[in-house]
C-alpha cells in the first residue's frame, strides 16, 4: 500500500516537473535592465544567502553600473577579490563612460581590459548564464546590455589529490581522482602530452544538470565506438545524476546479469593504459570513479601494478587471481557436493575427520554453509560502515570469535569455518570490487545446485554461468575475449603478459562485433 503511493507521487511529481524543465530549455533573453536581472536571479534561487551580488558604479554616469555574480563555495574567493573585485573597482572608473554606453565592443573592452582572468565568455542566454553560476562560474552584468561575461574561477573546499582508497599498490603513482572533473581530466593529461587525445562534454540530468565528459585517444579509439558511446549517454533521460553507478547503469544494455560489464577505476594510470588500448573513458563531475568501456572479463583481473614489476612475478599474480575467483565461486560448492553425495572421492583418512567432526553437528553441511557465510558478509558489510578506527579490528575479532564460539557450540564444523574462511580471503585477491561482488553472488546459487545434485550441479552450474558469459557483449565487444572468440595475438596480455619488448598494443575494437 505504502510501495504503490510512494511510486504513485513521484509520478506525479516527475509530471509536474518535467513540462517545467522543458520550458526552461527555450533560449531566453537577458535583460538589460542589471537590477531586473539581479532580482530574477534571486528569485529564481529563493533568495539564497549564498547568492553574492557586487555593484559598481561607473564614473561620471550614474546610469551605467556593473555587477558581478557568484555562488559563495563554488569560486575561489580569494581570486575573485584578486582578479575581478580588485579590477573593477579601479577600471570603470578609468574608462569613458560614453564608451561603456554607446560602443558595441563594450564586453570586449571589459574583457581585454578591466578583467585579468584567464578564461571569460559573451553569453546572451539567461538559461546558460544560470547554468554557468551554478557551476562555479562568476557573471559580471553590465546595465543596458543583453549579453554578460562568464569568468571561470571555479574553487571551494574539493578534497586534493591523494593516495587510491581502494586500489592500493605498492610501486607506482600514488594519485587518484577526486571529485572535481576538472582535476581529473588534468590527471590524464600530465599522463597523455598528445593533441590527439580528445574529449566531449554533455549536460546530464533535467534537475542536477550532471557534466558528463567522454575522453578517447583520435586514431586509436574506433569511430563506430565513438558514436555508439556518445549516443549512448545523449540518450539518458533522468532528472539527476549523482555518480558514475547512475551512468553505468543506464548505459549498459545487458542489466540481468551478476557480472560488470563497464569497467570503472579511480586511477589515472589505469584510465590512461585503456585509453591507449583504444577504450573509452567516460567522466562523471562529483565522483572518482571514472567509467572504461568497452570491458572484458580478463580485464577485472589485471592491477595497474603488473606494468610496473618483471612479467614473470605479474604472470604469477594473474594466475593468483583467477584461482582465487574460482574458490570464491566453488569452493564452498565442491565441499557440499563431497560431503554429501560423493565421500568415496575423499581420502579415508579425511572422511574419518570429517565425520567426526559432523556426528554431533544438528544441521546438514548446505545449512552450515549458507550460515557461516551469511554470518562472513555481515561481519564484512558491518567493518565497511563502521568507523575506520574501529571498523578492521571489529571485523576481524568478531570473526575470530564467532567462529570459534560457533565450532565449540557444536553448531558447526571445524572444516566449514576453514572452508568459508578461504572464500572470503580469496574474494580479497580480486583487483576488481564490482567483480568480487559479483563472485559472492553466484557462490550461493551453485551451492544449492550442489545440495540438490552433488558435484553434477556444480557441473551443470558452470556450463550454465560459461554460457551467460559468452553471450554478453559490452559495446558490441564480447565479453570473453581474446578468450571465446580466440584471438593468439591478444593472449600476450590475459593471463600471460608478455615482456614489454615484444609486446604490442592491440586495439580493443578489433574484436567488435555487430549488435
Not at 574529449?199 to 579509439?221: L, P, Q, R
Not at 547503469?249 to 583504444?278: C, M
Not at 552450474?461 to 565479453?479: D, E, Q, R, T
Request: hydrophobic share 45%; proline share 5%; charged share 20%.
Amino acid at each position: 500500500m505504502v510501495f504503490s503511493w510512494l511510486l504513485k507521487s513521484l509520478k506525479t511529481i516527475d509530471q509536474q516537473s518535467l513540462p517545467q524543465l522543458k520550458q526552461s530549455e527555450k533560449k531566453i533573453p537577458i535583460q538589460k535592465d542589471i537590477r531586473a536581472t539581479i532580482s530574477q536571479l534571486k528569485c529564481k534561487l529563493g533568495y539564497s544567502p549564498d547568492l553574492i551580488v557586487r555593484t559598481f558604479q561607473v564614473q561620471n554616469s550614474p546610469t551605467n553600473q556593473i555587477a558581478t555574480i557568484y555562488m559563495q563555495g563554488l569560486v575561489d574567493e580569494d581570486k575573485v577579490n584578486h582578479f575581478i573585485t580588485h579590477s573593477l573597482c579601479i577600471t570603470p572608473g578609468e574608462l569613458n563612460s560614453s564608451s561603456l554606453i554607446y560602443s558595441k565592443n563594450c564586453f570586449e573592452d571589459i574583457k581585454t581590459k578591466a578583467l585579468t582572468v584567464g578564461n571569460v565568455q559573451i553569453e546572451n542566454d539567461w538559461n546558460n548564464m544560470l547554468h554557468q553560476l551554478l557551476s562555479g562560474d562568476i557573471i559580471i552584468l553590465v546595465n543596458g546590455f543583453t549579453n554578460c561575461i562568464i569568468g571561470n574561477l571555479r574553487g571551494g573546499e574539493r578534497r586534493p589529490v591523494s593516495e587510491p582508497q581502494v586500489e592500493t599498490n605498492i610501486r607506482g603513482p600514488k594519485d587518484s581522482f577526486t571529485e572535481s572533473i576538472g582535476t581529473n581530466i588534468a590527471l590524464i593529461r600530465r599522463k597523455i602530452k598528445n593533441p590527439n587525445l580528445w574529449m566531449e562534454s554533455i549536460c546530464i540530468g533535467d534537475i542536477s544538470k550532471t557534466d558528463v565528459t567522454i575522453m578517447y585517444v583520435k586514431g586509436i579509439a574506433e569511430e563506430q565506438l565513438i558514436e555508439k558511446t556518445r549516443k549512448s549517454i545523449r540518450n539518458i533521460k533522468v532528472n539527476f545524476i549523482l555518480d558514475s553507478g547512475y551512468v553505468e547503469e543506464l548505459i549498459q544494455k545487458q542489466a540481468y546479469t551478476p557480472f560488470p560489464t563497464i569497467f570503472n577505476s579511480e586511477r589515472p594510470d589505469v584510465i590512461a593504459g585503456n585509453l591507449l588500448e583504444g577504450r573509452i573513458a567516460v567522466f562523471v563531475d562529483g565522483t572518482p570513479n571514472t567509467l572504461i568501456l568497452p570491458t572484458t572479463f580478463s580485464q577485472f583481473f589485471k592491477a595497474a601494478e603488473d606494468y610496473y614489476q618483471k612479467f614473470d612475478f605479474s604472470v604469477f599474480m594473474r594466475v593468483i587471481r583467477y584461482l582465487s575467483f574460482f574458490i570464491v565461486i566453488l569452493m564452498p560448492a565442491i565441499y557440499i557436493a563431497l560431503t554429501t553425495y560423493h565421500q568415496e572421492m575423499i581420502p579415508t583418512p579425511l572422511v574419518i575427520t570429517l565425520l567426526a567432526q559432523r556426528e554431533d553437528t544438528p544441521f546438514p553441511a548446505v545449512v552450515e554453509a549458507l550460515l557461516m557465510e551469511f554470518i562472513f558478509e555481515i561481519i564484512r558489510e558491518a567493518g565497511i560502515r563502521m568507523p575506520r578506527a574501529i571498523g578492521q579490528a571489529v571485523s576481524i575479532v568478531g570473526a575470530i570469535v564467532i567462529g570459534q564460539a560457533a565450532v565449540q557450540a557444536g553448531i558447526v564444523t571445524a572444516m566449514m569455518v576453514i572452508i568459508v574462511s578461504i572464500t572470503g580471503i580469496a574474494s580479497f585477491a580480486l583487483p576488481s570490487y564490482s567483480l568480487s561482488i559479483s563472485a559472492r553472488l553466484i557462490r550461493f546459487p551453485i551451492m544449492g545446485a550442489a545440495a540438490i545434485l552433488g558435484i553434477y550441479g556444480v557441473i551443470m552450474s558452470i556450463i550454465i554461468l560459461v554460457a551467460h558469459m559468452n553471450s554478453l557483449k559490452s559495446f558490441g565487444v564480447p565479453y570473453l575475449s581474446p578468450f571465446a572468440p580466440f584471438h593468439f595475438k591478444q593472449q600476450k596480455d590475459t593471463i600471460w603478459r608478455a615482456p614489454f619488448e615484444s609486446e604490442k598494443s592491440y586495439p580493443i575494437g578489433n574484436d567488435r562485433e555487430d549488435d
